[in-house]
């Protein structure tokens, strides 16, 4: 079946501006995750849904980041206000259950996010 | 923030040799997993290995798992060109619910 599907592949904006990314999960998969990788801290972990529960907004690094996920399906990562320092690879993985000892991840293609 | 280091960072082999990667994190685990990356994009999934297990095989890949040093290590044997690319360990912290924490990654080169 498909896999994780992100959009847009890149995006460039200029500071300043808000940016929505879209990931659309695996059909089925309950869980589903956002990280984002930079070259000065690497992979790092954003924020989780799991079915109805609240979600895991641990990773996110400041209030200009949020995440909604309508219906369990599609999730939508926001930045608002972008700055320079937010340019990075966004990765999206979802997951069958989001069970801690065997679950395995599922990732997209990711979307290249460039602030000028 | 990175869970640990990887060594090393970059390895470069000719094809057929085995390449070995090692990996060390620092907190309790549920499980570790092994995902390879090319071009800077998407990740894919190699192998995961559960806190109870030591090692774990499948095809060319052989994982470790010594959670008394909490290290890890993965063996790809007769190794490919198309083998080259980034390798992250990750892991599942205990009580971190599922999301994972990355490693630094190693570049491996296979070359012709």
């Known amino acids: 079946g498909a896999g994780v599907s992100q959009s847009p592949s890149n995006k460039v904006t200029e500071k300043g501006k808000d940016v929505e990314l879209r990931c659309d999960p695996i059909s089925g998969h309950t869980a589903l995750y956002w990280y984002r990788q930079s070259l000065g801290q690497g992979l790092e972990f954003l924020i989780y849904f799991q079915g109805n529960s609240a979600p895991d907004k641990s990773g996110l690094p400041s209030d200009r980041f949020s995440a909604e996920r309508t219906g369990g399906s599609v999730s939508t990562l926001t930045i608002q206000r972008t700055q320079q320092e937010d340019s990075a690879v966004y990765l999206c993985?979802?997951?069958?259950?989001?069970?801690?000892?065997?679950?395995?991840?599922?990732f997209g293609p990711g979307t290249r996010l460039t602030v000028l | 923030s990175q869970q640990g280091e990887e060594d090393p960072q970059a390895l470069s082999i000719q094809e057929g040799e085995n390449a070995t990667m090692n990996c060390s994190y620092k907190t309790s685990i549920n499980n570790l997993q092994w995902y390879r990356q090319n071009s800077g994009r998407g990740l894919v999934h190699l192998i995961l290995?559960?806190?109870?297990?030591r090692e774990k095989h499948s095809g060319r890949l052989r994982v470790t798992l010594d959670t008394s040093k909490k290290s890890s290590s993965l063996l790809i044997t007769a190794s490919r060109a198309a083998d080259t690319a980034s390798y992250f360990c990750?892991?599942?912290?205990?009580?971190?619910?599922?999301?994972?924490?990355f490693g630094t990654g190693t570049q491996l080169k296979v070359e012709l």
């Open positions: 993985a979802s997951s069958f259950q989001g069970d801690a000892g065997t679950d395995t991840q599922y």
């Open positions: 990750a892991t599942v912290r205990t009580g971190g619910g599922n999301k994972l924490t």
């Open positions: 290995i559960r806190s109870n297990e």
